[in-house]
């Protein structure tokens, strides 16, 4: 691990502040993922900014009847919480579906969101990977793909998004408060947060240098069975080969939204509309765009039986 210098941010004024003023700066707070990457240099921060203790860590009822999750809420806290239980069954689920209980309970919202990819070109540092050395290539194109995007990827990345939580915030169309360097806040659609790689996948957000996430807001609770469903190839501590957080309704309409298949959680309108028509036609409406490798194909049945199992389960 490379030195580093230390703080604990005193405000959040004070935690944009500085990471405005060094451009190898992080903010930490549980990392679960950071000090991974840290260790094996992959990340190489010069600079330190603990948040812990800016009070960022409740849950929080919205005027509008939905809920606000503070960026320092643990995984096991938000799991846990008697209001995301009852009113967002989904997003409860997906945390307990991540990790390890260990890990959770250090783990917080806003780190969640930013983790990075667990592609194994990503972290083996003496293969080629253009998120971790832009313009170097990507091992995993013509390498081993069984894990990797079907959709949505590019000439430069392949790797796919490894948030359970995410998953369940984009099927419940939730946004991300930020403040930035500036001082101005921002509200950012879920939707928007996650970029595809196109030539930049290491630019994996479209946060600004020094922009720091404070909450992740919920809207009013979404009327519907709350389900999620984790395809993986151990039962526990494993990332998703497939994964389905969806709402469905008695008569069959709901939204969805995909994980394990691309660089960021993945749903269109157009295949929730096409729900009420059954998993197959669905799934077709959500990858008609896919391109699978041949290690990977399967991928693209895996979405439509698991797509079918939780509309099943939705049915009883």
Request: glycine fraction near 8%; include cysteine.
């Amino acid at each position: 691990m490379k030195a580093f210098t230390y703080e604990r941010a005193s405000s959040i004024k004070a935690a944009v502040e500085a990471a405005a003023d060094n451009a190898d700066a992080k903010f930490i707070a549980g990392g679960t993922n950071l000090l991974d990457l840290m260790k094996l240099e992959i990340e190489t921060p010069t600079h330190l900014i603990d948040v812990n203790g800016l009070g960022l860590d409740k849950i929080e009822v919205t005027p509008e009847g939905g809920l606000r999750v503070g960026a320092l809420v643990r995984n096991t806290d938000l799991a846990a919480n008697e209001t995301v239980r009852k009113d967002y069954g989904l997003l409860s689920r997906a945390l307990v579906a991540g990790a390890s209980g260990q890990l959770r309970n250090k783990a917080t919202t806003a780190g969640n969101l930013l983790q990075r990819t667990r592609c194994p070109y990503f972290y083996d540092t003496h293969q080629p990977c253009n998120k971790r050395q832009p313009g170097s290539g990507c091992s995993a194109i013509g390498g081993f793909s069984r894990q990797h995007a079907i959709i949505g990827m590019s000439d430069a990345c392949i790797a796919t998004h490894p948030s359970d939580m995410a998953i369940a915030m984009r099927a419940l169309d939730a946004e991300v408060e930020t403040v930035k360097a500036d001082g101005n806040s921002r509200s950012i659609p879920i939707a928007d947060f996650h970029q595809l790689p196109k030539e930049t996948p290491h630019i994996e957000t479209i946060l600004e240098r020094g922009e720091f996430i404070t909450a992740v807001v919920l809207p009013p609770p979404i009327g519907g069975k709350h389900i999620y469903r984790k395809v993986r190839d151990r039962a526990s501590y494993a990332f998703a080969l497939v994964s389905v957080a969806a709402v469905v309704r008695p008569d069959g309409t709901g939204r969805f939204a995909v994980g394990g298949i691309a660089h960021k959680p993945w749903r269109l309108k157009a295949a929730d509309e096409q729900l009420p028509n059954g998993a197959r036609t669905a799934s077709m409406a959500l990858l008609a765009q896919a391109q699978p490798t041949e290690q990977n194909k399967f991928k693209v049945d895996l979405v439509a039986r698991t797509l079918g199992a939780v509309i099943a389960e939705a049915k009883g």
